[in-house]
């Protein structure tokens, strides 16, 4: 029975970006659990916009629903929850007293209990439960993620982990607890989480979360080449960082080193030298935490190499990190490495355009010959690029118009397979950025008085431009039950986009255990599900029959069933086994769990 009020913009994109739309309806529906209703058609204005409200059926099913509008071949959504609930009338803060703690530290949470209109909930019940989580690693040089999608073990919302310890208290006349833990050491970076629950004197509960950062040490170090890809004959130049956990700049002596691990194929394992290669000494700047290293070769081959950089801070807490790039040489056409069945790399993260991506592809296929198809909203390169040995380079030119985010696949044969690897690149781009400022007359006012909200809007420089804007006051208990989940418009109008190609391979399906194997050596093929049917075999006068059959390819036990009747009608039958192996078998598992 609540209404709904929405604002739509929209705008008409283009090869030199967006322009207004011409006038014309937007179209909308809405649609829920198991059901859909009708909205009024709006008119879209002379400024790209149009707004308007309706009424939610009052037999609507609770749940999300989805307002979707479209104006011309353009469409957009919005969810919003339907729900029958009560709005709590007071909020939880649980705060650390430091961001950042290092091992064997106390750290002291406060929680805060307040009714919205500013009073404390004094003497409320209180229980609490203390998580850790340890927090990612650094990941190989090959898990390439410049979205940061696989770093999200260090964002706040995060699983719980590991529970520590929990107990009850209650809130003081302020509305206050102070809680102080110890925890216990351990040898990694980790997230204490404290989850509190409040239940005030009228029993209605309200939950809340803080959390700290404890480090193994007082400062971390991380090792930054500036490149993923080297060029054979050039040194590789790194960046060196020491810093807290969040990311605050800390000043540390500390060494950097240069490794490799060499493969041996014939022994089938991996070789390192008793000491590093290269080592070198410096110290992070104070401002910044960090140093710049410059790193000879020295006796390490082309491949596959490991910088490694340690330090030690005043506690004594030893502290590494590593990272892998990769020199590469044209001249060499197989290296010391243990290939993997098919790998890309980027050398780098960001690009601009005019720059050339370079990107390093691994194969356990010798001269292979790759597909590289670069995509986007449509199709803009296509090239077949043979690999000289394992390992080759792919270059893509970076052309302007390709951004936010461009999408570059590889496509190798493997026999019959077709193997693909998508890399998605992350272009520089300008931003469009306005800065709205929103401000009241008064910090406090009664009921039933009025209130003035001023508007601002700016450009990225803070000169004043003309906007339309949608302006709508909420009572913010509602986002304690559900957070504003709008996206944020610059992600709409010009985050990253979607691969609009799609590419299909035209050999035929593998059904492996039973069908096509495929064209290699004296392969079996003749994979049935009945050997042999004879529906009329008939015994002599001694009771006898032959019957003979040529195996297929099958692996397998075999059965053979016989069901038979006399001319005066006795009936009988009967079941016997046959096996069909050989003394070597190679299967194709299919393994279960994560996979790199």
């Known amino acids: 029975g609540q209404a709904v009020n929405w604002k739509l913009f929209a705008r008409k994109g283009g090869a030199n970006g967006y322009a207004m739309p011409d006038v014309a309806d937007v179209t909308l529906s809405l649609q ?13 204005s002379a400024t790209g916009s149009s707004a308007g409200a309706f009424t939610i059926p009052a037999d609507a099913p609770l749940g999300d629903w989805t307002l979707s509008a479209k104006v011309g071949a353009a469409e957009g959504q919005a969810t919003f929850g339907v729900q029958a609930y009560r709005k709590p009338e007071y909020r939880i803060a649980v705060t650390p007293d430091r961001e950042v703690a290092i091992n064997g530290d106390e750290v002291r949470f406060t929680v805060a209990a307040d009714y919205f209109f500013g009073a404390p909930v004094a003497g409320a019940s209180v229980r609490w439960t203390l998580f850790e989580s340890r927090l990612s690693r650094e990941s190989r040089w090959d898990a390439w993620d410049p979205w940061g999608d696989a770093r999200a073990n260090d964002a706040e919302d995060t699983g719980y982990g590991r529970m ?36 005030d004197g009228a029993q209605r509960m309200v939950s809340a979360r803080g959390s700290a950062l404890m480090g193994r040490g007082q400062f971390r170090v991380r090792v930054v080449p500036v490149a993923r890809l080297f060029m054979a004959g050039q040194p590789i130049v790194a960046d060196v960082f020491t810093e807290d956990l ?162 570059v696949k590889l496509h190798l044969r493997r026999g019959r397979e077709i193997q693909t690897r998508t890399l998605e690149l992350p272009i520089r781009t300008e931003r469009h950025d306005l800065r709205v400022q929103v401000t009241s007359d008064r910090a406090e006012y009664r009921p039933r008085e009025r209130a003035t909200f001023t508007v601002e809007t700016r450009d990225a420089a803070g000169r004043p431009v003309p906007a339309e804007l949608a302006l709508g006051v909420v009572d913010e208990a509602i986002y304690a039950l559900r957070s504003d989940r709008t996206p944020r418009a610059h992600d709409v109008f010009y985050g990253r986009i979607a691969d609009a190609v799609t590419t299909v391979a035209a050999f035929p399906v593998l059904y492996y255990g039973g069908a096509d194997k495929g064209e290699s050596g004296d392969a079996r093929r003749d994979f049935r599900d009945v050997a042999l049917w004879a529906p009329e075999v008939r015994t002599g006068a001694d009771g006898r029959a032959q019957v003979s059959l040529l195996w297929p390819d099958n692996l397998t036990t075999w059965r053979a069933t016989a069901r038979g009747v006399t001319t005066d009608t006795r009936v009988g039958e009967t079941t016997a086994q046959a096996r069909v192996t050989q003394d070597l078998v190679a299967r194709r598992c299919r393994c279960c769990g994560p996979t790199t």
Do not use: M
């Open 32 to 44: 829920g659990p198991g059901q859909s209703f009708t909205v009024p058609t709006a008119r879209l």
């Open 164 to 199: 520590l310890e929990s107990g009850e208290t209650r809130t003081d006349l302020d509305g206050r607890v102070a809680l102080t833990f110890a925890p216990a050491r351990v040898a990694y970076d980790r997230r204490l989480s404290l989850e509190v629950e409040v239940l």
């Open 246 to 407: 969040r990311g605050n700049p800390v000043q540390a002596a500390f060494t950097v080193e240069v490794d490799q691990d060499v493969w041996n194929p014939i022994e089938r394992r991996t070789s390192r030298s008793s000491r590093p290669l290269v080592s070198l000494q410096a110290t992070t700047s104070a401002l910044q935490g960090r140093a710049r290293v410059t790193l000879p070769l020295g006796s390490a081959r082309a491949g596959d190499v490991t910088l490694r950089a340690r330090a030690e801070d005043a506690r004594g807490n030893k502290v590494s990190a590593e990272q892998h790039v990769w020199v590469y040489d044209a001249r060499v056409w197989d290296y010391a490495y243990r290939y993997p069945t098919f790998e890309a790399v980027p050398d780098r993260d960001e690009w601009s355009p005019g720059d050339t991506a370079r990107i390093l592809v691994n194969s356990d296929v010798k001269d292979a010959n790759l597909l590289v198809s670069v995509e986007g909203r449509e199709l803009h390169e296509l090239r077949v690029q043979p690999l000289v040995g394992r390992t080759g380079l792919v270059r893509v030119p970076i052309r302007p118009g390709y951004g936010p985010n461009l999408f």
